[in-house]
Nanobody, 130 residues
Framework: QVQLVESGGGSVQAGGSLRLSCAVS????????MAWFRQAPGKEREGVAG???????????SYADSVKGRFTISQEYARNTLYLQMNSLKPEDTAMYYC????????????????????WGPGTQVTVSS
């Protein structure tokens, strides 16, 4: 049974940092794509960052232009956990953040389109105040 559970959200002032975690179960880390998405009230869900795993090793990554240079996606295979390190946070980063998984991951680069992902966590709220 696949399960994704996010944690690490909270409230922070602009310029601060947070690290989100996503505990993954039921999906082997030998081959998959994992990603973080976010959705602000009244807005569509958008892809933030993605990472491709092949043969149990990190492959390519993808980032939304709005977070490049500020956010970093990573994995810890021993704990089967996905992370999103968020630095230099801005009020516009305020949203519910979701972890997503695609076990088939056909492309070479991880997609940032929500329809490419089969499994989702319940989300964790990030609020950035100015």
């Amino acid at each position: 049974q696949v399960q994704l559970v996010e944690s690490g959200g909270g409230s922070v002032q602009a310029g601060g940092s947070l690290r989100l975690s996503c505990a993954v179960s039921g999906i082997p880390y030998t081959k998959r794509c994992m990603a973080w998405f976010r959705q602000a009230p009244g807005k569509e869900r958008e892809g933030v960052a993605g990472i491709h795993t092949l043969f149990g090793r990190d492959g390519s990554t993808s980032y939304a232009d709005s977070v490049k240079g500020r956010f970093t996606i990573s994995q810890e295979y021993a704990r089967n956990t996905l992370y999103l390190q968020m630095n230099s946070l801005k009020p516009e980063d305020t949203a519910m953040y979701y972890c997503a998984a695609d076990p088939s991951c056909g492309g070479a680069r991880p997609s940032l389109y929500s329809y490419d992902y089969n499994y989702w966590g319940p989300g964790t709220q990030v609020t950035v105040s100015s």
